[in-house]
């Protein structure tokens, strides 16, 4: 406590049961010390009677008053991704965010990103079925040895017959052997990958499905194929997963990006708007294309393409329930619109204006090539998040210091040249 010296802290907190399944709040403060270092410094584990979003504050309240601490001086929270922990309405970082609202939480970009896909298949009921659809049928093709040996040879003979086509091209890393790559809720690129290798691999496993609903030794099992196999054959199928691929595929390099150990904040921040304009631009100006993708891979594979120009008929609705729009409607706005305005407003909900004044303003002070970075407003724009703490009269004078220190460290002071 004398090391914190009664100063800002930001508050790191983690809770899990103990070998006796008793809940328990591990603690951490992250603090400036006398020295100017930044210091993590574990001060205590709590048992909690339950994980509910208020429980854990009253337990954390109650052990920072017994250190002389308050709430009031949070500056900045850090958890997991769990809803209790992160709600925006009864979350732990809302209810202590109300009593210090400049305590700010920043949640890890990379699991943003990756949760972003999860809330728009809560939104849709078409990307919901595909992420269902895909990880039902690589569970039941990829459900023995001997399956997976059907898959192999059979992918094996259909690159050969590209090949003897003219319609791949050979060199060193190209048409090498795919994996069923099954998808987790919160793995974006694993998604972005299992939709990719599908469609890769989509005869082959057209293939195994036929081979199962023949020769697979329960009813069951067949059934199950009889149903997938009939369900993947249809165009909508087709169109789900050539757009899924490719919505994805725009966010892919910034999903990588972000799992970087050594991140470029400012980076990461610009590469988040470069990934918006480009679901835009896919938006505005990439539909027949998409169209044209899908309508190829149909007759490639010998899947009925329906007209567009007719009324749409929704196959899990019942038939008395008669829509008025044309199947050009439902899958140009219901779909395809719907689910790029959906992942861009995901985007935008979770990368918001003040994550980004914050981090920008944060990588403006990185002294790299001789404080490239540095930019007075932006900074100024992160200061004013925090308007108790910095009135009008200490803006006025916080912008005279910041114009004297970037002409200290940049062309008087030696020791900062090699930075």
């Not at 060193?172 to 939709?195: C, P, V």
């Not at 149903?227 to 725009?250: K, N, P, W």
Request: aromatic letters at 8%; proline letters at 1%.
């Amino acid at each position: 406590m004398d090391d914190v010296n009664g100063d800002f802290f930001a508050l790191l907190v983690d809770e899990s049961c103990d070998v006796s399944r008793k809940e328990q709040l591990a603690i951490v403060l992250r603090y400036v010390n006398r020295c100017g270092s930044v210091v993590e410094h574990f001060i205590g584990i709590v048992h909690v009677r339950n994980t509910s979003a208020l429980c854990l504050k009253e337990a954390i309240v109650d052990y920072l008053a017994q250190h002389s601490l308050s709430l009031s001086y949070v500056r900045g929270q850090c958890y997991d991704g769990a809803s209790n922990m992160q709600g925006d309405f009864r979350g732990l970082k809302t209810l202590i965010q109300q009593e210090s609202k400049f305590a700010y939480s920043i949640h890890c970009f990379a699991h943003q990103l990756q949760l972003t896909l999860v809330a728009v298949s809560k939104k849709c009921l078409e990307v919901g079925e595909l992420v269902l659809l895909v990880s039902n049928i690589l569970n039941i093709v990829g459900g023995s040895f001997k399956r997976m040996d059907d898959l192999r040879e059979s992918q094996a003979e259909k690159v050969q017959e590209a090949l003897d086509m003219g319609e791949l091209e050979t060199g060193r890393g190209l048409n090498q052997e795919l994996g069923l790559a099954r998808a987790a809720d919160t793995r974006w690129g694993s998604h972005y990958k299992s939709f990719k290798n599908f469609i890769s691999m989509f005869g082959s496993i057209i293939d195994v499905l036929d081979t199962i609903v023949v020769d697979a030794r329960t009813l069951e099992e067949r059934a199950k194929a009889k149903g997938y196999l009939s369900t993947c054959q249809t165009f909508e199928v087709a169109f789900m997963l050539h757009l899924m691929r490719d919505v994805l595929g725009i966010t892919n390099e910034l999903n990588t990006s972000l799992q970087k150990k050594e991140q470029d904040i400012a980076n990461a921040i610009l590469l988040v708007e470069v990934a918006k304009k480009r679901l835009q631009k896919l938006r505005e100006e990439k539909w027949g294309l998409l169209v044209d993708k899908v309508s190829a891979f149909c007759v490639k594979y010998n899947i009925s393409i329906p007209n567009f120009d007719d009324f749409y008929v929704n196959s899990g609705r019942s038939r008395r329930k008669v829509v008025d729009h044309t199947i050009l409607h439902h899958y140009r706005v219901d779909i395809f619109f719907k689910i790029i305005d959906w992942q861009v407003q995901e985007l935008n909900a979770r990368f918001n204006e003040v994550t980004t004044n914050l981090l920008v303003g944060v990588a403006c002070l990185n002294p790299v090539d001789s404080f490239s970075s540095f930019d007075i407003n932006k900074i100024l724009m992160m200061v004013e998040l925090y308007p108790d703490d910095f009135d009008e009269n200490i803006m006025v004078t916080l912008k005279n210091q910041l114009e004297t220190y970037i002409v200290d460290v940049r062309d008087v002071d030696k020791r900062f040249s090699n930075l």
